[in-house]
């Protein structure tokens, strides 16, 4: 499946960006759906994961109560709805996709296709 993920920009600590993914080529809803984040010089961090249905969705402690996960299966799109920003969660921000886990998943290796990525910078 291919993805592309949009959204990404410049913010003042406290404020909000939705993060969008938009998937083509497969069926969107034979995938779980995962948002995970890296820095420079860093390994690609975890945020959150959302199973085929959209029921199940588990998240980084770190984004806990400030970011949700949703889908909509009829637009193939999953979204990262992002509140109460830190100049912590400056990265970027990467889509990607499971077929094989049938439930969301923390692991990139269970991902088998990535978007290209959408920077968020959050200023203090």
């Known amino acids: 499946v291919q993805l592309q993920a949009s959204g990404g920009g410049l913010v003042q600590a406290g404020g909000s960006l939705r993060l969008s993914c938009v998937a083509s080529?497969?069926?969107?809803?034979?995938?779980?759906m995962g948002w995970f984040r890296q820095a420079p010089g860093k390994d690609r961090e975890f945020v959150a994961a959302i199973s085929r249905s959209g029921g199940t969705t588990t998240y980084a402690d770190s984004v806990k109560g400030r970011f949700t996960i949703s889908r909509d299966n009829a637009k193939n799109t999953v979204y990262l709805q992002m509140n109460s920003l830190k100049p912590e969660d400056t990265d970027v921000y990467y889509c990607a996709a499971d077929r094989i886990s049938l439930q969301p998943s923390t692991t990139p290796g269970r991902y088998g296709d990535w978007g290209q990525g959408t920077l968020v910078t959050v200023s203090s």
């Open positions: 080529g497969r069926t969107f809803n034979n995938y779980a």
